[in-house]
């Protein structure tokens, strides 16, 4: 399987990047800063060097020829402004379904947060955070929508750096909770190896079950 992460130096990327590599599919991770291409060789991945905010959709498709899959990883990240939250945690996110499409590449899995809602209220934290979850909310929107593809979005809960436990609650709606980094990248894992997650949203967070069986439970 041959798998093209947009945000590939993220942190749940390169969780996944190695993942996939260490079973002997092809990771590829779309990567706007050189300085990073030696992190994602490590983690087995193919690096490549390119822009979201400023690539078009021909540019990105390039890049998905031969791919089972696509997996939207990126975000403006800690200190970004609202407007980077629109143009990377939404705008780039439809770029890379365009770009799949264009490239007949139907499997895309999006990587998203619970609350996304691009009618997220004001009075649930600072005006960024609030942005932020409209994006992933308009993109989430945006995703689903195209009968093109055939689309999983994942919704964690808080993220922490903590070891993996391998155990989750996936469901609809889970409720508020943290997960680590790890069990998310092992959950998306599981989705892609699950054609029958597309078209679904689910919500995950730590809890008490195998994730195989977490992922069953909730189809």
């Known amino acids: 399987m041959r798998v093209v992460i947009a945000g590939g130096h993220g942190k749940i990327a390169l969780i996944l990047e190695r993942l996939l590599s260490e079973r002997g599919d092809r990771a590829v991770g779309l990567i706007r800063n050189p300085d990073h291409v030696a992190d994602l060789e490590t983690a ?3 690096p490549v060097i390119v822009d979201l905010e400023a690539a078009t959709v021909a540019d990105i498709a390039a890049h998905l020829q031969d791919a089972d ?4 990883a990126a975000g403006a990240g800690p200190g970004s402004g609202a407007a980077r939250k629109q143009t990377v945690d939404c705008d780039a996110a439809i770029l890379l379904a365009e770009a799949a499409e264009a490239a007949g590449v139907r499997r895309y899995v999006m990587v998203s947060a619970i609350g996304a809602d ?10 960024v955070f609030v942005a932020y979850l409209r994006a992933k909310g308009a993109a989430d929107d945006a995703i689903r929508t195209r009968k093109e593809l055939d689309a999983t979005v994942v919704r964690p809960g808080h993220l922490t750096n903590d070891p993996g436990t391998g155990r989750v609650e996936i469901s609809d709606q889970t409720g508020l909770g943290d997960i680590p980094r790890e069990d998310v990248a092992a959950v998306l894992l599981a989705v892609l190896d ?16 195998p994730i195989a069986d977490a992922l069953t439970r909730a189809l």
């Open 194 to 209: 699950t054609p029958a997650t597309a078209g679904r949203t689910f919500e995950v967070i730590s809890g008490d079950t």
């Open 118 to 127: 691009v009618e997220a209220p004001d009075d649930i934290g600072d005006p």
């Open 69 to 72: 899959a696509v997996v939207f």
């Open 44 to 46: 087995g991945a193919q």
